[in-house]
C-alpha cells in the first residue's frame, strides 16, 4: 500500500526562521514520484517539485531545498529565511510507477508572522 | 497555456438537486483527474482517464457520482442527488505521462456548497 505521512499538522514561525517540513511515505514500488505542492489561502495547489525514486540528488531553488533520502523515506522540505507569502499549506504527495494518482499527505499549514 | 480550467468556480444548491462541474485539461495532457478536498478526508482521488477512457473509479463515493469525458479537451463530474455531505472542493487536475512529464497541474478547484 501507498502512503503519505505529513506528521506535523500546523508550524508557526517568525519572518526569517528557517523552517523544514518532513513527510515520510511508504511504497513497494521500486520506480516512484514524490511532489509537493503549496496551498495558499487562495485555494489553489501550485506544483513546487518532483523526485524521482532515483536521483536521490537534493535540490535548491532560491530559498526552498529539498532534502530526498531513499533510506528513511522521507522527502523534507526547508524554507530558509521564512517571509510572510510562504505562509499556506503545504502537501507531499507520492505517486507510484504503478498508478496514475497521486496519494497526498494530510498537510502542514505554515504560518509566518512578521 | 491557460492551464487546466475548472468551472464553475464556486456553486451553491440545495440538496436533492443535480450537480455538473466541468473541466478541460492542458492541450496535449493525455491524463485527467478529478480529485476532492475535504477537512475530513484531505485530498482523495475520485477518478482518472488516460486517453478519454476512465482508468481508476474506485475513489467515486457511490451511484449519485458519474463523470465522463467525451473528448481530450473536457470532462465533467455530475453529482445526481446532491447532499450536504458533498460540500467540498473539487479539483480537477491533468498530467503528460505519455510524454514522460510526470507532474500533475491542478485547476482552481470548484467550491461546492450543498444546503
Known amino acids: 500500500a501507498q502512503k503519505v505521512t505529513q506528521a506535523q499538522t500546523e508550524i508557526s514561525v517568525v519572518e526569517k ?54 533510506s528513511t523515506s522521507s522527502f ?26 497521486l496519494i497526498f499527505g494530510k498537510g502542514t499549514k505554515l504560518s509566518v508572522k512578521p | 497555456d491557460a492551464g487546466v480550467i475548472q468551472s464553475p468556480r464556486h456553486e451553491v444548491t440545495e440538496m436533492g438537486q443535480e450537480v455538473t462541474l466541468r473541466c478541460k485539461p ?14 475530513m478526508r484531505g485530498l482523495e482521488l475520485l477518478i482518472y482517464f488516460n486517453n478519454n477512457v476512465p482508468i481508476d473509479d474506485s475513489g ?17 463530474l455530475k453529482i445526481q442527488p446532491s447532499e450536504p455531505r458533498d460540500s467540498a472542493v473539487y479539483f480537477c487536475a491533468s498530467s503528460d505521462y505519455s510524454g514522460r512529464r510526470e507532474t500533475q497541474y491542478f485547476g482552481p478547484g470548484t467550491r461546492l456548497l450543498v444546503l
Open chain 1, 17 to 70: 526562521e528557517d523552517v523544514t517540513l518532513d513527510c515520510v511515505y511508504e511504497t513497494r514500488d521500486t520506480t516512484y514520484y514524490l511532489f509537493w505542492y503549496k496551498q495558499p489561502p487562495s485555494g489553489e495547489l501550485v506544483f513546487l517539485i518532483r523526485r524521482n525514486s532515483f536521483d536521490e540528488q537534493n535540490e535548491i531553488s532560491g530559498r526552498y531545498s529539498w532534502n530526498f533520502q531513499k
Open chain 1, 76 to 101: 523534507n522540505f526547508t524554507i530558509t529565511a521564512s517571509q510572510v507569502v510562504d505562509s499556506a499549506v503545504y502537501f507531499c504527495a507520492l505517486r507510484s510507477g504503478s498508478q496514475g494518482n
Open chain 2, 26 to 39: 492542458i492541450s496535449g495532457h493525455d491524463y485527467l483527474f478529478w480529485y476532492r478536498q475535504t477537512m
Open chain 2, 60 to 76: 467515486m463515493p457511490e451511484d449519485r457520482f458519474s463523470a465522463k469525458m467525451p473528448n481530450a479537451s473536457f470532462s465533467t
